[in-house]
């Protein structure tokens, strides 16, 4: 069906993106491709290395879901901070990524873990690495004919710590900023520190800032240290909420925070 639309259709999971974007007028198809009523895009699949979930997985499930939770906090710990409960009832984790919003929570942890997106077409099958699959704001590498089934969340390695902090005006509201970190401990000292951002790149991508803190013992940063790091890294841009340079020092400390989050004894992973 989709090949047949091309361009005039929309795939229509969740809808609490899509919806919206039709509201505003952002988008006019002529046709709304519903995959509700396709059975086996609705399960969680938990491994060692991934998470994997379908096309259908709604945030609250996946949210709720313990072993994925165990396996990769780093899904729980951002899923709460998506939208509001009744969006996260229907709003699904794979629409969220293939929405492509660079404001959107989970965007921004598919680069960080390194996720797969595993896309079908009439043509066959193919996997797009998360870091290759964001072109832009809304724009994505997926061809107009395939269809997302799923996204497999990479694990991280042993010893690994993750946090998630944001800033909006009001709960459940686009974060002015967010930032998602991760910090790799290995005998006593980090060996690695990655972060990813919410609202302030143009794509969701990751910044490695391993180099400042590795060799380090966690509880005895100063992670104040990667605030300018972060700072020339990310490219907010003003609106009628908050101007650039806000968005950037606000990101900075939120990276801070999580970071010394990470660092707390009381976090694993």
């Known amino acids: ?81 998506v939208a509001h409960p009744a969006i996260r009832n229907r709003g699904t984790t794979v629409g969220s990524i293939a929405h492509a919003d660079a404001a959107g929570e989970m ?73 998602a970190a991760a910090l790799t401990v290995a005998d006593g000292v980090v060996g690695r520190a990655l972060a990813s951002f919410v609202s302030v790149t143009d794509v969701p991508d990751i910044l490695d800032l391993t180099e400042a803190v590795r060799g380090q013992e966690p509880g005895g940063i100063d992670w104040s240290v990667v605030d300018d790091l972060v700072q020339g890294h990310v490219s907010p841009e003003a609106d009628i909420h908050a101007t650039a340079d806000y968005r950037r020092a606000l990101v900075g400390e939120l990276t801070r925070r999580a970071f010394a989050r990470t660092a707390a004894p009381e976090v694993s992973a």
């Open 1 to 81: 069906m989709l090949r047949e639309v091309g361009h005039d259709g929309k795939v229509l999971a969740g809808g609490q993106s899509l919806i919206p974007v039709l509201n505003m007028r952002l988008a006019q198809p002529a046709h709304l491709v519903d995959i509700n009523g396709i059975s086996g895009l609705a399960s969680v699949e938990v491994s060692d290395t991934a998470v994997r979930v379908g096309a259908l997985v709604r945030h609250a499930a996946l949210e709720r879901e313990a072993s994925a939770r165990h396996t990769l906090p780093l899904l729980s710990q951002a899923l709460g901070n």
């Open 107 to 179: 965007p921004a942890v598919a680069v960080l873990t390194a996720a797969v997106i595993e896309a079908v077409s009439a043509s066959g099958t193919r996997e797009i690495a998360a870091a290759d699959f964001f072109q832009g704001p809304l724009e994505t590498t997926l061809a107009e004919d395939e269809l997302i089934v799923a996204i497999r969340f990479g694990t991280f390695p042993a010893g690994t710590r993750t946090a998630f902090l944001e800033s909006a005006r009001r709960q459940g509201d686009y974060a002015l900023a967010g930032v």
